[in-house]
């Protein structure tokens, strides 16, 4: 494939394939189930495909799958500890309080003066 618009396509489609295995159990599934057997099959799907680039390459195939497994869950712990070290700061310098949850401390807000709720009045 030297074509640019066909890498693209290919690129593309496997992007959606990709993005969709640890999200289809959640459309069938309640989150306290379908959360392990994303990961699971998450983690089935980076050793698989590690595996097989392992054969096409003439590495060792099951080294090559726990090589893709390692990186990708690195990479993903990485994602995981930069959020959890954002709000842990936040709430450390007092911005959170640890009755509410990170994802609504923006959500309400005073919409006539940009401040959150509770923000002392003052100069903007």
Do not use: Y
């Given at each position: 494939m030297d074509e640019p618009l066909e890498?693209?396509?290919a690129m593309g489609i496997a992007y959606v394939i990709g993005s969709l295995i640890p999200m289809l159990p959640y459309a069938g599934l309640r989150v306290v189930t379908a959360m392990p057997v994303s990961i699971a099959g998450t983690m089935l799907t980076l050793f698989t495909s590690g595996a097989l680039?392992?054969?096409?390459v003439k590495q060792d195939w099951w080294?090559?799958?726990i090589a893709m497994l390692s990186i990708a869950g690195l990479a993903g712990s990485g994602g995981v500890s930069h959020r959890a070290g954002g709000g842990l700061v936040a709430a450390l310098r007092g911005r959170v309080s640890s009755a509410e949850p990170l994802r609504h401390r923006f959500a309400r807000?005073?919409?006539a003066s940009r401040r959150p709720m509770g923000a002392?009045?003052?100069p903007v």
């Open positions: 890498n693209a396509v680039k392992g054969r096409v080294r090559s799958g807000q005073d919409l002392p009045k003052g």
